[in-house]
T-cell receptor
């Protein structure tokens, strides 16, 4: 079993839709969590950190459930420019990346 | 300011040859990471340098892979006797320190072994 698991997708949604991704992790010692975004043939870039109480940044909301060992990312009012792969990242002594979930937002 | 840079951006080599990939981290970042990403796959951790501590080599796939970081700055990833399965994008990232800090990635080196 992978340490960090994500549904690879693709998730195909229309503009304006709300879409949510989940990510499960197996290392209960993980301390910090992040969502990174990776555009096609580009390097990953930090989208947002994930805090225990949940946090929001504009149209993006991240949540952490330590008991069930999963994190989620919710995107509201999807834009064409949101099309990318979203990588879930868990940090203990090391950062462990999930395989990513691909999102395609269609006009 | 300058981000993480990597060179070369693309490298095509014949099977069995050695290659060196270079990473220049952001100035002041004490942590440096190497990852590998095959087409359509997630990031595979290779090696991690933190300050003057011994590197964490737990992700290196074989003894053909090695990495150095000189003077706490520039790092070189060396792959000896390359194989076709080594073909991938090799990404370098740096951060202020511990894993809890944001990692800044370089543009990567696309390695093709023919």
């Amino acid at each position: 079993r992978k340490e960090v698991e994500q549904d690879p997708g693709p998730f195909n949604v229309p503009e304006g839709a709300t879409v949510a991704f989940n990510c499960t992790y197996s290392n209960s010692a993980s301390q910090s969590f992040f969502w990174y975004r990776q555009d096609c043939r580009k390097e990953p870039k930090l989208l947002m950190s994930v805090y225990s109480s949940g946090n929001e940044d504009g149209r993006f909301t991240a949540q952490l459930n330590r008991a069930s060992q999963y994190i989620s990312l919710l995107i509201r009012d999807s834009k064409l420019s949101d099309s990318a792969t979203y990588l879930c990242v868990c940090a203990g002594n090391m950062l462990t990346f999930g395989g990513g979930t691909r999102l395609m937002v269609k006009p | 300011g300058a981000g993480v840079s990597q060179s070369p951006s693309n490298k095509v080599t014949e099977k069995g040859k050695d290659v060196e990939l270079r990473c220049d981290p952001i100035s002041g970042h004490t942590a440096l990471y190497w990852y590998r990403q095959s087409l359509g796959q997630g990031l595979e951790f290779l090696i991690y340098f933190q300050g003057n501590s011994a590197p964490d080599k737990s992700g290196l796939p074989s003894d053909r892979f090695s990495a150095e970081r000189t003077g706490g700055s520039v790092s070189t990833l060396t792959i000896q006797r390359t194989q076709q399965e080594d073909s991938a994008v090799y990404l370098c990232a740096s951060s202020l320190g511990l894993a809890v800090y944001e990692q800044y990635f370089g543009p990567g080196t696309r390695l093709t072994v023919t």
